[in-house]
């Protein structure tokens, strides 16, 4: 019993990849918005309600896999070393390289190039996008509550939160638009982790200088 239930897990494992890439490989082609469910599915030899039952929209076919990195990054703060701090266990775990951002195999390489296009010029991807960095954010803000004690009426997880996230948010754009410039690894991971690591400076040193005034600006002549 326990080998056919391993065996109809790993074939629905299988099913549910050869889905994802399917539909991948025909946004990188054609566009998001310009291929159907229902071209997925004749492509990928199955019925659309098996597509939906794998993948509840159409978008979740891009970002299946997000929710994996929500729970890493949750992880990652929650088991932080004794001594380090929230902001310190977020910036690691953002800047280390993962998934095709890691790779140097010149096919995934393009893969991703393809696939940073796609996004990029689709509203609904975009869109979708925001949507699950304004979920990260919520998950991101409660655990922070529970690690610091903080009151459940206080706005300070929220907003702090909202920082780590905007980094990240902002390391994923600049990753995209250097991609679509024509950057490549191993400079664009370097490029990227040297971004990120400046924002987190610039939140270790505090905001209390940051832009200040050298000289007394002048409405008008005289």
């Known amino acids: 019993m326990a080998a056919e239930a391993g065996l109809r897990e790993r074939k629905k494992q299988r099913t549910r990849a ?3 890439e399917t539909a991948r490989r025909l946004f990188v082609e054609r566009g998001f918005e310009a291929v159907s469910v229902a071209e997925i599915a004749r492509e990928a030899e199955v019925s659309e309600a098996t597509v939906f039952n794998y993948f509840p929209t159409k978008e979740d076919l ?3 896999r997000l929710s994996a ?7 990652a703060v929650r088991d932080r070393a004794r001594g380090e701090s929230i902001a310190r266990a977020f910036a690691r775990f953002i800047s280390r390289p993962r998934g095709l951002l890691s790779s140097r195999d010149p096919k995934e ?3 991703l190039a393809g696939i940073s296009r796609m996004i990029a010029n689709s509203p609904a991807l975009l869109a979708r996008e925001r949507q699950i960095f304004d979920a990260y954010t919520d998950s991101l803000a409660g655990l922070i509550g529970e690690e610091t004690g903080a009151a459940a009426d206080s706005i300070e997880p929220w907003v702090v939160a909202n920082v780590l996230i905007g980094i990240h948010r902002a ?5 995209r638009k250097r991609i679509i ?3 490549r690894n191993p400079g664009l991971a370097r490029s990227v982790r040297r971004q990120i690591a400046r924002a ?8 209390a200088d940051y832009g200040t005034s050298v000289s007394k600006r002048t409405t008008g002549p005289g």
């Open 200 to 207: 987190v400076a610039a939140l270790d040193h505090g905001l």
């Open 109 to 111: 390489v393009e893969q």
């Open 171 to 175: 390391g994923v754009d600049y990753a």
């Open 69 to 75: 990195f929500e729970e890493e990054m949750l992880a």
């Open 62 to 64: 891009v970002y299946s």
């Open 18 to 20: 050869a889905i994802a």
């Open 181 to 183: 410039d024509g950057a």
